[in-house]
């Protein structure tokens, strides 16, 4: 089956500027998570998606980020305004079940320059 | 808040050798999981192995084994017979019993030698 993909691999805009990130989770995945590694630190969650809903959004940074998952399937990332601090990569991840043990897959990244 | 430490930013082992990686945690929660990322150079995050907590036993995935230790709060990663495709930025990851986010540690690249 395939991964996790995650469009574009790399994007470099300038500061200010609007950019949108795509994830496409492996098919029959319900859940859906984005994380975020900034150069050098951990990889940080930024947000849960049930299908369609938004479980838990509890690490988006702020208002400039805006998750969406119409019809439950794939899902963006837009940041507007970008700033220079949310330069980093943005993994995309999904699961078939929630909770357990169930394994998280990860697509290969966005990164993300602002400059 | 939970928090993972991984103190050792980079390491090297020669093939066929072994080599430990270390994870720390913190958490007051006593039910929760815990795993090993994988992600080799501009290739996607994979998933190496992974601990329940209220499993005495620690895990194995063929070469790779996990040292748990729930009281220490530590979850060493321990490579054996190194290959050169083993190469990688490793990730410990915690993740509660009753959510789905995983916390992670910021990682350890390993170089392996020929």
């Known amino acids: 089956e395939a991964g996790v993909t995650q469009f574009p691999s790399h994007s470099v805009i300038e500061k200010g500027q609007t950019v949108t990130l795509r994830c496409d989770p492996i098919?029959?995945?319900?859940?859906l998570y984005w994380y975020r590694r900034v150069m050098g630190k951990e990889i940080k969650f930024l947000l849960h998606?049930?299908?369609?809903?938004?479980?838990?959004e509890s690490g988006m940074p702020n208002n400039r980020f805006l998750a969406e998952r119409t019809g439950g399937t794939y899902s963006t990332l837009k940041v507007q305004p970008a700033e220079l601090e949310d330069s980093g990569v943005y993994f995309c991840?999904?699961?078939?079940?929630?909770?357990?043990?169930?394994?998280?897959?990860f697509g290969p990244g966005t990164r993300l320059t602002v400059l | 808040a939970q928090t993972v430490t991984q103190s050792q930013p980079e390491m090297s082992v020669q093939e066929a050798e072994t080599v430990t990686l270390s994870c720390t945690y913190d958490?007051?929660?006593?039910?929760?999981?815990l795993f090993w990322y994988k992600q080799p150079p501009s290739r996607q995050m994979i998933l190496v192995i992974r601990?329940?907590?209220?499993?005495?036993q620690n895990a194995t995935e063929n070469r790779f084994s996990v040292n748990f230790q729930k009281a220490a709060k530590s979850f060493s990663l321990k490579i054996s017979d190194s290959q050169l495709g083993d190469a990688a930025m490793y990730f410990c990851?915690?993740?509660?019993?009753?959510?789905?986010?995983?916390?992670f540690g910021t990682g350890t690249r390993l170089q392996v030698f020929p």
């Open positions: 991840a999904s699961s078939r079940l929630a909770g357990g043990t169930d394994t998280q897959y």
């Open positions: 098919s029959g995945h319900d859940n």
């Open positions: 998606f049930v299908k369609e809903s938004k479980q838990d």
């Open positions: 958490t007051s929660e006593s039910d929760y999981y």
């Open positions: 601990q329940e907590a209220y499993k005495q």
């Open positions: 990851a915690y993740r509660s019993y009753n959510t789905d986010k995983l916390i």
